[in-house]
């Protein structure tokens, strides 16, 4: 049996439950836990039995995004550019359906991650968007146009890093059912019943055709093309100010500065 340090896994009901476990950073992306993630996605295709992976968050947060803490090392210009945010292919690639059951903060490399899944069901209380865009990170995997509804939606969500709440990012395309507070697993396990219903075959055949629609749409040069776009603007002035304010007075000042600073 496989132990992770950064997520948790479980077996139930023919579902594999993994939940990223790393409460006291609202479950923020570091390497180790991406490498479990990708790990866990793998361990659940191989597995006997499972038909469906669910991702949850520990704590108060689904995940607040990738790690951006003055602890973490920054990574190069180059290391920026081969990252190919592995763990969102594994989850597009595999051929389980993925449902992320998301309850609390769902924000930019968080939010990447809960409308990646192919199924997204929220709590009232959730809130998804791309606030790193307020210190010049537009998401190193472009996701967002191919989920909503509209490209409008993509473009509001995406010039301004604001937070919406679950009721519109119903509205948007990116959540597929909000339910009450105390509801969601209930209400993801009704799913995954609904899911064994469907020959495990049928279901991989149906995911892999939805895919091939993405992939026509461009889902995968895009988001390559975005990846590289990524890199070029944390190169920018409002990048490196970012960086400087928390590198000197912490990640709170940082946010504060992004969050409330006009940028040219």
């Not at 793998?42 to 108060?60: I, K, M, N, P």
């Not at 799913?191 to 469907?198: D, H, M, N, S, V």
């Not at 892999?208 to 995968?220: L, T």
């Amino acid at each position: 049996m496989t132990d992770y340090d950064c997520l948790d896994y479980a077996v139930d009901e023919a579902a594999a439950w993994v939940e990223l476990d790393r409460p006291g950073t609202l479950n923020a992306l570091n390497p180790a836990l991406l490498v479990e993630l990708e790990d866990a996605i793998g361990r659940a295709e191989a597995a006997d039995g499972v038909r469906a992976v669910v991702l949850s968050g520990a704590g108060r947060a689904f995940s607040a995004g990738y790690d951006i803490g003055a602890g973490e090392a920054e990574p190069t210009l180059d290391e920026r550019v081969l990252d190919q945010r592995t763990h969102l292919e594994a989850i597009f690639s595999s051929r389980l359906p993925v449902l992320a059951a998301v309850d609390g903060p769902a924000l930019a490399g968080g939010c990447n991650l809960a409308i990646c899944c192919d199924l997204t069901f929220a709590t009232e209380g959730s809130t998804f968007g791309y606030p790193d865009m307020h210190f010049g990170e537009p998401p190193p995997k472009f996701l967002l146009p191919f989920v909503v509804d509209s490209l409008k939606d993509a473009r509001e969500l995406l010039y301004t890093g604001k937070t919406v709440d679950a009721e519109a990012a119903e509205r948007m395309g990116m959540v597929n059912r909000v339910v009450p507070d105390g509801e969601l697993e209930a209400t993801v396990e009704a799913e995954l019943a609904e899911i064994r219903r469907t020959p495990g075959a049928a279901v991989a055949v149906a995911k892999a055709m939805v895919n091939d629609v993405q992939e026509a749409q461009g889902y995968r040069r895009y988001g390559r093309i975005a990846e590289y776009v990524g890199t070029m603007t944390m190169e920018t002035e409002a990048a490196r100010r970012f960086r400087e304010i928390r590198d000197e007075e912490g990640l709170d000042a940082a946010l504060e500065w992004a969050h409330g600073t006009d940028k040219a």
